[in-house]
């Protein structure tokens, strides 16, 4: 049975992988690409052909659909998976390929000489001798987050083929995860209307999640004053200049590739200028929330001693909260879906493996908004990278992962 839903499984992956749906931060819009809504309604109909009711897909690709319970007493569970997948500058297309791993290099793409080396990638040792599924080298494979999509649907379909019995389940689809969760901040709650939820959208076997990162983002506007050159001194304000300096101000020991665990951390991810204006951004990351309100009043001490250095400068900026910590929205009638988590991983016989999430989930959204919704893994690694690449027995216990939920849940009625 289990090959089966192994097959079952990577069918729908590989389908569903052949979408492009990367997003555009630079859109203005949800969602923010047309494969997302291409995606959508491929799942949609797939839904409605599995049976389920109140399969709805509204102007934004948000997808949600309910399969009713068929017994009384159980809570009502959701499953939460985005549709998009990330732009790193890498193609926005994707092309998966199976490879059974020897413990040797893998070549992803003989035809442009692309290596998986083991030095660099030695996560991959753990899974000698099993199938994996790759890149081919020049795009993520997208298992964040279709790894999840097929997982849900692989579970509905075993839900309405093999009929066990069930509380009410409800399932969405949601776009522009990676540039904002802007499909769990604009999730209909009625439609989606559950006791809690569950996202799956992390990383190795046994990896469960009920803390994310309290995330902002800053954008700098930085005017500066033109002159040539033959007549700039004590005129000229060069933007380059002042974002550099705006820069210096913040500690170079707290950015990502120097912080681990529960460290939080500065990110400038990007800047456009010419001679009179610089455009500016940075993200902003602490688990704790005093922390990170902290970080946000930093900034402005930043600014105004730039301001200070650089008075023919014009300087705004913006901070925005994008997601918070899971765990701040907790309280102790909230953890019975975070026990059940628990109950169900040990249930498989796997070692749980609780991390703080150096990152975001559209369960951070959602449990802002009141919905309790922790995070399992999806048995793939290196997400982000051309390297990433998902193991299917690790993708097959995500799926009996899901499933054990629903069993004990319904058992403890």
């Known amino acids: 049975m289990s090959q089966n839903y192994a097959h079952m499984l990577t069918e729908r992956f590989l389908r569903y992988a052949a979408v492009n749906t990367q997003s555009d931060g630079s859109a203005g819009q949800v969602p923010s690409t047309p494969g997302q809504l291409e995606l959508a309604r491929m799942l949609s109909g797939e839904l409605e052909d599995m049976g389920l009711e109140n399969v709805h897909v509204d102007e934004h690709a948000i997808v949600t659909a309910v399969l009713p319970a068929t017994m009384r007493g159980v809570p009502r569970i959701g499953f939460v998976a985005h549709l998009d997948t990330v732009d790193v500058a890498l193609s926005p297309e994707v092309h998966p390929r199976i490879q059974r791993f020897d413990g040797g290099d893998v070549c992803l793409n003989p035809e442009r000489d692309i290596w998986l080396r083991v030095a660099e990638h030695p996560e991959l040792l753990p899974y000698k001798g099993q199938e994996i599924i790759f890149t081919d080298g020049t795009s993520v494979l997208g298992a964040d987050n279709k790894a999840a999509i097929a997982n849900i649907m692989t579970m509905l379909e075993i839900m309405t083929s093999e009929r066990p019995a069930h509380?009410?389940?409800?399932?969405?689809?949601?776009?522009?995860?990676?540039?904002?969760?802007?499909?769990?901040?604009?999730?209909?709650?009625?439609?989606?209307?559950?006791?809690?939820?569950?996202?799956?959208?992390?990383?190795?076997?046994?990896?469960?999640?009920?803390?994310?990162?309290?995330?902002?983002?800053?954008i700098f506007e930085i005017d500066g004053v033109t002159a040539h050159p033959m007549s700039a001194k004590n005129v000229l304000v060069n933007p380059l200049l002042v974002a550099a300096d705006i820069m210096a101000g913040f500690d170079r020991a707290q950015t990502p590739e120097h912080t681990e665990g529960k460290e939080g951390y500065w990110w400038f991810v990007g800047m456009e200028s010419n001679p009179a204006h610089a455009t500016l951004r940075m993200h902003i990351r602490d688990f704790d929330r005093e922390r990170y309100e902290a970080r946000k009043a930093y900034v402005g001490k930043v600014v105004e001693y730039v301001r200070a250095r650089h008075p023919g400068a014009r300087i705004d900026w913006k901070a925005e909260d994008v997601y918070g910590n899971i765990s701040n929205t907790l309280g102790e009638s909230d953890r019975y879906p975070i026990a059940l988590m628990y109950e169900a991983v040990r249930a498989l016989g796997i070692t749980p493996n609780t991390i703080a999430m150096r990152g975001g989930t559209d369960g951070s959204a959602l449990s802002a908004r009141g919905l309790v919704t922790p995070n399992y893994f999806t048995g793939g690694l290196n997400f982000h990278s051309f390297a990433e690449f998902l193991p299917i027995p690790s993708f097959l216990k995500s799926l009996e992962m899901t499933l054990k939920i629903l069993e004990l849940a319904a058992k403890d009625r």
């Open 167 to 218: 509380g009410e389940i409800r399932v969405a689809f949601v776009p522009d995860e990676e540039i904002g969760l802007w499909g769990s901040k604009l999730l209909d709650l009625e439609r989606f209307d559950v006791d809690f939820a569950y996202t799956i959208d992390c990383c190795a076997v046994g990896e469960l999640v009920y803390e994310t990162f309290n995330a902002g983002s800053v």
